[in-house]
């Protein structure tokens, strides 16, 4: 059973616009959230994260929101370049629980000159 | 600057071959883990480490086992590996419980023929 789904496997933007990645969870415990950036043959890093007291955060061109009810994150960028492409991965934990995370199955991200 | 290091980037081994991965980290993070990406899966959890000598299972332990002597390192086993143990293997860090972000390494691509 899949506890946090990116639905979307991939998605094209063009440069300058702004790109929406989302990602839905099941687990009502979850109440730490984070995105992660993937290049290819490189391991992941850490690009932004958000607590359930919060329902937005923002650094930069990357936003992140939060609907508790909805169990709903999306990323955004904006404006998109074309260093942006790359795979995301949203992952979802439990503040001061077993230390794991759980992974969406991630959404590759192109972003056209 | 945190630095987590995977021993080798790619490696081939035969069916039936036992395969040490090993990671190190240099930020005395107390929580370790190691992954395995692959296409359509995202990230899954095989093994993770809060202290040393101190392991727990993830989602997918199935053939692998770890070792924590010391606190920067941390080591998947694969006993006797088989062909659908081809895979990106991720090792990553992180300090505290269950929130912060984790640090990952750039990662294994292992074969096995």
């Known amino acids: 059973d899949q506890q946090v789904k990116q639905n979307s496997p991939s998605l094209s933007v063009q440069e300058g616009r702004i790109s929406i990645l989302n990602c839905d969870y099941t687990?009502?415990?979850?109440?730490?959230f984070l995105w992660y950036k993937k290049y290819p043959a490189e391991g992941p890093t850490f690009l932004i994260s958000?607590?359930?007291?919060?329902d937005k955060n923002e650094d930069g061109r990357f936003t992140v929101f939060l609907n508790k009810s909805a169990k709903h994150l999306s990323l955004h960028i904006v404006p998109s370049q074309p260093g942006d492409s790359a795979v995301y991965f949203c992952?979802?934990?439990?503040?001061?629980?077993?230390?794991?995370?759980?992974f969406g199955t991630g959404t590759r991200l192109k972003v056209l000159a | 600057d945190v630095k987590v290091t995977q021993s080798s980037r790619y490696l081939v081994k035969r069916t039936g071959e036992k395969v040490f991965l090993e990671c190190v980290q240099d930020?005395?993070?107390?929580?370790m883990f190691w992954y395995r990406q692959d296409p359509g899966l995202g990230l899954r959890l095989i093994y993770f480490?809060?202290?040393?000598?101190?392991?727990e299972k993830g989602d997918i332990p199935e053939g692998y086992s770890v070792s924590r002597e010391k606190k920067e390192r941390f080591s998947l086993i694969l006993e006797s590996a088989s062909t659908n143990q081809t895979s990106m293997y991720l090792c990553?860090?992180?300090?505290?419980?269950?929130?912060?972000?984790?640090?990952f390494g750039p990662g294994t691509r292992l074969t096995v023929t």
């Open positions: 958000i607590s359930s007291i919060k």
């Open positions: 930020m005395d993070h107390e929580n």
């Open positions: 480490s809060y202290d040393v000598k101190m392991k």
């Open positions: 990553a860090s992180s300090p505290g419980q269950g929130s912060g972000e984790q640090y």
């Open positions: 992952a979802a934990s439990v503040i001061g629980g077993t230390y794991k995370y759980i």
């Open positions: 687990n009502s415990m979850f109440d730490y």
